[in-house]
């Protein structure tokens, strides 16, 4: 059974579009290069050949995979969401109790993660200790070398 996620309209998009390019593109031309790998001759010692179909294995479990994150995926209405705590699609900005630091994260689902652009996973350590804190709270967050304390500074929807 697959996990279910929630994404938003443009975070659906972008999987549904990877999964059509993997089908409609790549898949085609997976096929296309075992087809002329074949055709060079004894497949016994044809390291084309077996790059070929590695390649196509590959390609075929990136897809399985794709079209299980899709049967549980769920389009998320941000209207319908509380406001008042960090939850999925939140962005939360938060100070670090130890050193002051400020930092500003978006909660997404694991696909959509991007540490670069501040969107972290729910399934994170970070994400988990957030999740449903207000304004004001605590986070304590479970790192390798010990409990690191979050204030929850500012939450909001962009």
């Known amino acids: 059974m697959s996990k279910v996620s929630y994404y938003t309209a ?26 002329e790998a074949r055709d060079k001759g004894d497949l016994s010692e044809n390291a084309e050949y077996d790059a070929a179909k590695e390649a196509q294995g590959l390609l075929e479990m990136r897809i399985s995979k794709l079209e299980e994150t899709l049967s549980g995926a769920r389009l998320i209405d941000e209207s319908q969401l509380d406001t008042s705590k960090a939850l999925i699609h939140s962005t939360v900005k938060i100070k670090n109790q130890i050193n002051g630091a400020h930092m500003t994260y978006k909660l997404v689902a694991q696909s959509e993660a991007d540490i670069k652009t501040g969107k972290i996973s729910v399934d994170s350590p970070i ?32």
């Open 10 to 35: 443009e975070g659906l998009k972008k999987l549904r579009d990877e999964l059509n390019n993997l089908k409609d593109i790549e898949r085609p031309k997976a096929s296309q290069a075992i087809a």
């Open 127 to 158: 994400g988990k200790g957030l999740l449903g804190k207000s304004v004001g709270e605590v986070a304590e967050i479970q790192v390798p070398n010990g409990i690191m304390k979050f204030d929850v500074v500012e939450i909001s929807r962009e």
